[in-house]
């Protein structure tokens, strides 16, 4: 798990070379992560969280340090937002996460509530569907 925490590191500072190598690194970086769950096996993990929106604010940092090194100048006032954005995407993947982990706990347990809800999802999910298809054009299936 070290090492692979160590590669997904030095990947990552390579790629401030080289962009084209992001996705290797957080790949790897999340690898050493899901070895620790793999060895650790906890019921439910919250660390995944914070897991989850580090992985996101690493991958945009890095991207941002890639635009900054181009030889254009960034816009006006793009100094200050540009971190409050990357700021609110990993709040926002840290409260998508907390919630899709709330959701899992809830489906560990059974009933007849917990069936309504699924199936509510997944009547949800069906329309979904339906008006993107007829939005874009193609018949649903």
């Not at 590191?9 to 793999?38: E, Q």
């Not at 992985?55 to 971190?83: I, K």
């Amino acid at each position: 798990m070290l090492s692979l925490g160590v590669a997904g590191s030095v990947i990552t500072a390579i790629a401030l070379r080289w962009p084209g190598l992001l996705g290797l690194a957080l790949a790897v970086s999340g690898t050493a992560y899901a070895a620790l769950l793999a060895i650790d096996e906890p019921p439910l993990d919250v660390r995944a969280v914070g897991v989850a929106a580090a992985l996101l604010a690493v991958g945009e940092l890095v991207g941002w340090t890639r635009e900054l090194a181009t030889t254009t100048r960034d816009e006006p006032g793009g100094a200050w937002r540009r971190p409050v954005w990357i700021a609110m995407l990993a709040i926002g993947t840290l409260l998508l996460a907390w919630c899709l982990l709330a959701l899992v706990d809830l489906a560990r347990v059974e009933g007849l509530a917990i069936e309504a809800v699924g199936a509510a999802c997944a009547l949800a999910a069906l329309v979904v569907v339906r008006r993107l298809a007829r939005a874009s054009g193609t018949r649903p299936l």
